[in-house]
């Protein structure tokens, strides 16, 4: 990166292929950074020594991949909130656009070893399904979003259950607040109208599996 970069503006968020990126580079993010500075807080002096740890970092792997689908879904429902104003009756062609967004995203995604068959695909499922609903009822506050997977999310965390202590609410601030910034730079971004038209003109780019790599 050279030293003007640094001042231009993101680039907008106004094809399919940007909004594909978009979604995908916010879920990654927002997990990411969720699992990393939680087990950093909570490991306090020993952090460096171990994340350095094979076994740990095993489990931080397994643990980002079992939350990525999460995190996923709750900007996929960020999104659909930023975007059905602008979609006018077509409500379900924009749900519509929105799965295949999240079709084309986990399909660039390889599971990381050990994740059971068919992860994706119930992901996907389960994705679709919250999706679906959000579309019947008014948007949802955007801090509201992850509240139904608050639980999951912080079960999943690779530091032992025993250990966790009364670290919930951590852990669910965290999310809120990351998604709520997610959403910010989403709506500085992104072109909403344009978006909305591509997701419910039926225009939408074929599938095109990129190589398989780690949510980070």
């Avoid at 095993?58 to 960020?78: E, F, K, T």
């Avoid at 509240?147 to 999310?153: H, I, S």
Wanted: glycine share 6%.
């Amino acid at each position: 990166m050279g030293l003007l970069d640094l001042f231009r503006k993101p680039a907008p968020v106004d094809t399919i292929e940007a909004l594909d990126s978009c979604v995908d580079s916010h879920a990654a993010f927002l997990v990411q950074k969720c699992i990393y500075e939680y087990c950093r807080a909570r490991s306090g002096i020993l952090a460096a020594k171990l994340f350095k740890e094979p076994s740990f970092v095993a489990a931080m792997d397994r643990s980002r991949w079992q939350n990525y689908p999460i995190c996923l879904g709750h900007v996929a429902v960020m999104v659909e909130g930023a975007l059905r104003p602008y979609a006018g009756e077509n409500v379900v062609g924009l749900t519509d656009g929105i799965v295949a967004v999240v079709e084309r995203v986990t399909a660039g995604h390889e599971a990381a070893a050990g994740m059971e068959a068919g992860f994706w695909v119930a992901a996907r499922r389960r994705i679709e399904e919250r999706l679906r609903q959000a579309s019947l009822a008014a948007p949802r506050a955007v801090k509201d979003i992850p509240k139904e997977d608050y639980q999951t999310f912080f079960d999943q965390l690779p530091i032992h259950e025993s250990l966790r202590g009364h670290d919930f609410v951590l852990v669910r601030n965290n999310l809120r607040v990351n998604l709520c910034r997610a959403y910010e730079t989403f709506v500085a971004r992104a072109d909403l109208p344009e978006l909305a038209r591509l997701l419910t003109a039926g225009s939408l780019p074929a599938a095109a599996p990129r190589a398989g790599g780690s949510p980070d």
